[in-house]
């Protein structure tokens, strides 16, 4: 499974926000999907829709995100 990258910096390590501001680590699938990185953790309940880079301040929609 090949993991989309982030447009400025070129890394796959991501998270995403819940309502309470936790955060969850997650990488993105070349199909848009937004996966935990460790599979014992749940997306359910955080925001899908944006997620951040940990490498850099970029943050956006997952499908923003670049093929290596
Ligand atoms: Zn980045």
Redesign the pocket.
């Known amino acids: 499974m090949k993991k989309k990258l982030?447009p400025?910096?070129k890394?796959a390590a991501m998270f995403v926000k819940n309502a309470e501001g936790k955060r969850l680590l997650v990488y993105v699938t070349d199909q848009a999907v937004v996966v935990p990185k460790y599979p014992e953790e749940s997306t359910d309940g955080f925001d899908l829709s944006e997620v951040f880079?940990l490498?850099?301040s970029?943050h956006g929609s997952p499908k923003r995100l670049v093929d290596y």
Request: charged content about 0%; hydrophobic content about 25%.
């Open positions: 982030c400025q910096c890394i880079c490498g850099c970029w």
